[in-house]
């Protein structure tokens, strides 16, 4: 049977995706996320990562999903030699492998603050207006919560950013109810008609969605 040609845009995509390339030390990271199941951001979503955090100079961000340490990678090299990433997740043996990644990607264990925990119950205790760059990883269900907590951590200047927001191809399809692209959904209505915030929708990864804190 002849193979399908990519449609035009299809190949665009993949050009966009296939733009930015991964080391050694994110391949390893990405293969132990594969072996306990913590679904990495893609390399296109990882490079808009260190961009914004290298835009804004970030010197604390916050992460929500640490998973195995992709995103963190991304962020810590864009990030100022002196900054810390403060990142939480439910599940400490993420966090242990994560921590493996940091140290193989030569970031002392100083630079990284791993709290392990719920999102909605650690973001809570972290100081408001405090933080350059928040990116969020975790339940897709509790997108909206973390917007709002988003908004209390970020200075004005401040960006948060949402990873699946283009949900697996799901969430521009109407057709789809399923909970989490509903979910994703209505954070993108959030993001876009809260008058606090400048948005981005960047198609690369599985979407990444952006927004500026904007002053009061
Ligand atoms: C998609 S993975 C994160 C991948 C990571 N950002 C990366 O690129 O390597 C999602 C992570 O969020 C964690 N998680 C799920 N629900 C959570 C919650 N309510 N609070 C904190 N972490 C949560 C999971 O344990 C998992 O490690």
Request: aromatic share 6%.
């Amino acid at each position: 049977m002849a193979e399908t040609q990519p449609s035009p845009l299809e190949a665009t995509l993949a050009y966009a995706e296939e733009f930015h390339t991964e080391d050694e030390v994110l391949r390893t990271a990405r293969h132990r996320a594969a072996e306990v199941g913590a679904p990495p951001i893609l390399p296109g979503a990882g490079a808009a990562l260190c961009f914004l955090a290298t835009a804004v100079n970030a010197r604390a961000v916050v992460e929500i999903g640490t998973g195995c340490g992709v995103s963190g990678l991304w962020l810590l090299r864009g990030m100022r030699q002196d900054g810390t990433l403060t990142s939480v997740d439910v599940e400490p043996e993420h966090q242990r492998l994560a921590r493996q990644s940091f140290a193989q990607a030569g970031f002392s264990g100083g630079r990284t603050r791993l709290i392990a925990g719920r999102a909605l119950d650690v973001l809570p205790r972290l100081s408001d207006g405090g933080y350059d760059l928040v990116f969020c990883d975790g339940a897709k269900h509790e997108y909206a919560d973390y917007l709002a907590e988003a908004i209390r951590l970020l200075r004005v200047g401040g960006i948060v950013v949402f990873d699946g927001a283009l949900g697996n191809h799901r969430v521009a399809d109407p057709v789809r109810r399923d909970p989490d692209t509903v979910a994703v959904r209505e954070l993108g209505k959030l993001v876009r008609s809260d008058e606090r915030l400048r948005p981005l929708m960047i198609p690369l990864g599985d979407g990444v969605l952006a927004a500026v804190r904007l002053s009061d």
